[in-house]
């Protein structure tokens, strides 16, 4: 289970602000936010090689989370990270048809698009404004994600630049209530923090994108008892 609010084009200074929770097993392995050989920075996944979240000088940004559908995940699909490497690194993605049902969030100089492969292929345009993603479908209205939307449009509504209340907000372990629709996440899995041993939240991320191309990104990372044990910061 992982969530993200997306702000695209929806702010004065900032052309784009993304902030999430990477949540994951935590046996996987993986490698914290860095500048990679190739200018990319991200965090990585040592199991499979490539990344949930990642931004580079090209003014690309990618950002996948898995969709939770009945008979899925299926074993030995390709790896989704690969997603956000190749759109990356402006290659054409693999068999998008292959995959487990996923998330995808492209943003560029030249536009934003929301990408999917269930129920089947999709590439849809952002509207300017903030969008939030979890685990569902894309238009799922879980609690998780309204509350991560609205601590984000609040945050660029007071202009500032310091980002503690938005990594606050990524922090938030209040259980919260399911939609009206009885659809949503996983019992146990409803706050934005998830607090679990075995599965919960490994990060925390945010990425601050400006009109002239300069940000940074920013990651915290926890252990399997849901202790921060490191930040990153890095500009570009």
């Known amino acids: 289970m992982c969530v993200a609010a997306i702000a ?12 999430g929770n ?30 949930w979240l990642g ?13 939770r559908v009945d008979g899925y995940p299926r074993a030995g699909a390709p790896s989704r990270g690969s997603l956000v ?20 969030i492209e943003a560029g100089p030249e536009g934003a698009w ?9 590439r849809t345009p952002l509207s300017p404004g903030i969008h939030g993603l ?5 238009d799922d209205r879980w609690a998780k994600t309204l509350r991560l939307e609205a601590v984000l449009a609040d945050w660029l509504a007071q202009a500032v630049e310091d980002i503690a209340p938005l990594l606050a907000a990524l922090r938030d372990e209040t259980p919260l209530p399911p939609p009206p629709s009885g659809a949503g996440p996983l019992a ?7 607090a679990n041993p075995v599965y919960g939240t490994r990060c925390s991320t945010v990425v601050l994108v400006d009109h002239d191309g300069c940000g940074l990104a920013f990651e915290r990372s926890f252990d399997a008892a849901g202790r921060a044990t490191g930040d990153v910061e890095l500009r570009f």
Do not use: C, K
Request: proline letters at 7%.
């Open 85 to 104: 490497t190749d759109w990356l690194g402006g290659r054409q993605p693999g068999d998008l048809a292959a995959m487990n049902p996923f998330h995808l």
């Open 55 to 67: 931004v580079n000088a090209a003014g690309r940004l990618g950002l996948v989370t898995n969709y």
């Open 22 to 51: 990477r949540d994951e097993f935590h046996d996987r392995p993986a490698a914290p936010l860095s500048r990679w050989d190739d200018g990319t920075i991200a965090g990585r996944d040592l199991q499979a090689g490539g990344t």
């Open 134 to 138: 979890s685990n569902g479908g894309f």
């Open 114 to 122: 929301h990408r999917s492969n269930y129920p089947e292929l999709a």
């Open 8 to 19: 695209w084009s929806a702010h004065p200074r900032w052309r784009l602000v993304v902030i």
């Open 188 to 194: 146990g899995f409803s706050p934005v923090f998830i």
